[in-house]
């Protein structure tokens, strides 16, 4: 039997609920329907990250990941304010070791200006110590909008909200194909049909094999990064007072591995940014023949691999020896040794990648007739997610002129139904 809805969104991450929300805010008369493969929403990478909310630092000026992540995190505060989602803005540190990153601190401290960052101080040795006590280095970039919260508690309460307004979630419900006729989306699911008049697909990890199935072009293809954390032992929680970051390496769309303090109390270390041969690789030997065989046969692969060998070289070093992982914290804080660490959770990245070889770095939103394909939302997605929500449903407005249903188009759709 099929279903119809004004309104199908593959995907309950954060994106995906933040897009139905938007949907209902914006046109409360709107049929709207959530589809997720699995049986909880914000299961893959909106449950499995840092759990920073952004400030908007590293973003090339003028980028939407710039904008949307300077917008989302007030956004983001004040709906955690409203819905009691634990959130604390307890600043972050990025750390200079040595006068050769320097520059790379002036870059990011010019970019974080340029994106109307709130509060971005500069930090001497000295001022560095009175905030974080433990960490060390020549100077430092403090970011006091910077913060912490839990993400899965955000997709929940945004469930909660799609729900009152009205929208349906369908869980454990998998889209195995779409179709894309001229005056409706038709996607096969593992519960049957659902016969839309527009989607949107924020579905992550799997997003490039959905847009594919629409019409979309192959480029570009999600690469999977895993992302290994560690743990500190409680005992050793006072190594940090709120977020330790490294100036990063600006040819990667990666932080580098950072010391960040969790809601709960928890402190981890990471995460490292391993290619790995499944989308969902949660553990490390997880391969899973058709992602690994997507991975390989596309061209961007080995011309990403060719450019960055040695960042590869190393991240195995990070995964193969856990003292190795240790030694890049230890750089910004020396007194943190391999018996301070137990092991930690893990995350999976839906990296997109051009057939180029350049791993994009910004958002992507594409467009194939009746439907808006998120291709590329890494982080900051997660922080940026209910100013994305707002840019998708835009572009839904410029698209398609997504409204709700007038009666006649009800009582064309009950007909059609019958
Ligand atoms: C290690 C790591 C650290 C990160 N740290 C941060 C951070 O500190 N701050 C930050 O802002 N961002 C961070 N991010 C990025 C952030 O987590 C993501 O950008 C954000 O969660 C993306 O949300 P999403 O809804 O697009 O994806 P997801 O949360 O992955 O949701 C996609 C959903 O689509 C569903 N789906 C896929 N295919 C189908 C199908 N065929 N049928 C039905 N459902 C389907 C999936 O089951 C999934 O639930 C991090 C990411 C990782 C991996």
């Keep these: 039997m099929s279903d119809r809805t004004d309104l199908v969104i593959v995907g309950a991450g954060i994106l995906g609920l933040a897009v139905a929300r938007e949907a209902l805010l914006r046109d409360p008369g709107l049929t709207v329907r959530v589809v997720e493969r699995e049986d909880r929403v914000g299961t893959h990478q909106t449950g499995h990250n840092s759990g920073v909310v952004h400030a908007g630092i590293y973003y090339a000026p003028g980028s939407l990941k710039a904008r949307l992540c300077v917008e989302g995190a007030r956004d983001l505060y004040a709906f955690c304010a409203q819905h009691d989602v634990p959130v604390e803005r307890c600043g972050k540190v990025i750390v200079a070791t040595s006068a050769e990153e320097i520059p790379g601190l002036d870059a990011l401290e010019w970019r974080g200006r340029q994106n109307g960052v709130p509060g971005l101080r500069?930090?001497?040795?000295?001022?560095?110590?009175?905030?974080?006590?433990?960490?060390?280095?020549?100077?430092?970039?403090?970011s006091p909008a910077t913060g912490i919260v839990d993400f899965p508690a955000v997709a929940r309460a945004l469930a909660g909200e799609v729900i009152e307004r009205g929208g349906r979630i369908a869980l454990g419900c998998v889209v195995t194909g779409v179709d894309s006729r001229p005056d409706e989306?038709?996607?096969?699911?593992?519960?049957?049909?659902?016969?839309?008049?527009?989607?949107?697909?924020?579905?992550?990890?799997?997003?490039?094999?959905?847009?594919i199935a629409a019409g979309a072009p192959a480029d570009p293809r999600i690469v999977p990064f895993r992302g290994a954390y560690l743990r500190l032992r409680p005992e050793r929680r006072d190594l940090?007072?709120?977020?330790?970051?490294?100036?990063p390496d600006p040819a990667l769309p990666f932080l580098?591995?950072?010391?960040?303090?969790?809601?709960?109390?928890?402190?981890?270390?990471?995460?490292?940014?391993?290619?790995?041969?499944?989308?969902d690789a949660y553990r490390l030997r997880r391969v899973r023949p058709r992602d690994l065989a997507a991975t390989l046969a596309w061209p961007g692969t080995f011309r990403m691999a060719r450019r960055f060998w040695r960042t590869g070289l190393a991240e195995m070093g990070y995964a193969a020896n856990r003292a190795a992982f240790v030694r890049a914290a230890q750089r910004y804080v020396p007194e943190l040794e391999p018996e301070d660490v137990l092991p930690g959770p893990s995350g999976v990245r839906a990296q997109a990648l051009g057939?180029?070889?350049?791993?994009?770095?910004?958002?992507?939103?594409?467009?194939?007739?009746?439907?808006?394909?998120?291709?590329?939302?890494?982080?900051?997605?997660?922080?940026?997610?209910?100013?994305?929500?707002?840019?998708?449903?835009d572009r839904a407005q410029e698209a398609f002129g997504l409204r709700a249903r007038t009666d006649n188009d009800r009582r064309e759709a009950a007909h059609g139904a019958a």
Aim: proline share 4%.
């Design 122 to 142: 500069r930090l001497d040795r000295r001022e560095l110590r009175e905030l974080e006590p433990h960490a060390e280095g020549v100077a430092a970039l403090h």
């Design 355 to 393: 057939r180029d070889g350049k791993l994009v770095d910004d958002f992507v939103i594409s467009h194939t007739g009746r439907a808006l394909h998120v291709r590329n939302a890494p982080s900051p997605a997660a922080t940026s997610s209910l100013a994305i929500a707002r840019l998708i449903a």
């Design 240 to 247: 940090v007072r709120s977020l330790i970051y490294p100036v």
């Design 185 to 211: 989306v038709v996607l096969q699911t593992s519960a049957g049909e659902v016969v839309a008049r527009h989607a949107v697909f924020c579905a992550g990890a799997w997003s490039d094999r959905l847009a």
């Design 256 to 279: 580098g591995v950072h010391l960040t303090k969790h809601i709960d109390g928890d402190v981890l270390v990471g995460p490292t940014a391993l290619m790995v041969g499944a989308r």
